[in-house]
Nanobody, 124 residues
Framework: QVQLVESGGGLVQAGGSLRLSCAASGRTFSSYAMGWFRQAPGKEREFVAA????????YYADSVKGRFTISRDNAKNTVYLQMNSLKPEDTAVYYC?????????????????WGQGTQVTVSS
């Protein structure tokens, strides 16, 4: 069992930066690939970024490539999402998720555990 708690969301102006954190409970955190997803009002949940259990492989949605960076610290049971050059269209609730897979994936159905989400609002 893995419990996930996101933090770091907030209100920021366009062009600004935020860093989201996702703290995981459980001793098996390092066994899981981790992902970030987001959901804007009236839209479906969409993939943002993922990182392998070791941190050696990462995968990004085209919409955030070059602006967002996913990383993890297995010693702290935490995964991060550094978001730079934020745009109003990045406004959404951001969720972290854990998947017991070898290859990083953008498929939300392959993720076993989800956090409650943190709101990110980017003003124009």
């Amino acid at each position: 069992q893995v419990q996930l708690v996101e933090s770091g969301g907030g209100l920021v102006q366009a062009g600004g930066s935020l860093r989201l954190s996702c703290a995981a409970s459980g001793r098996t955190f390092s066994s899981y690939a981790m992902g970030w997803f987001r959901q804007a009002p009236g839209k479906e949940r969409e993939f943002v970024a993922a990182i392998s259990w070791s941190g050696g492989n990462t995968y990004y949605a085209d919409s955030v490539k070059g602006r967002f960076t996913i990383s993890r610290d297995n010693a702290k049971n935490t995964v991060y999402l550094q978001m730079n050059s934020l745009k109003p269209e990045d406004t959404a609730v951001y969720y972290c998720a854990a998947a017991l897979v070898v290859v990083v994936t953008s498929n939300p159905y392959e993720y076993d555990y989800w956090g409650q989400g943190t709101q990110v609002t980017v003003s124009s």
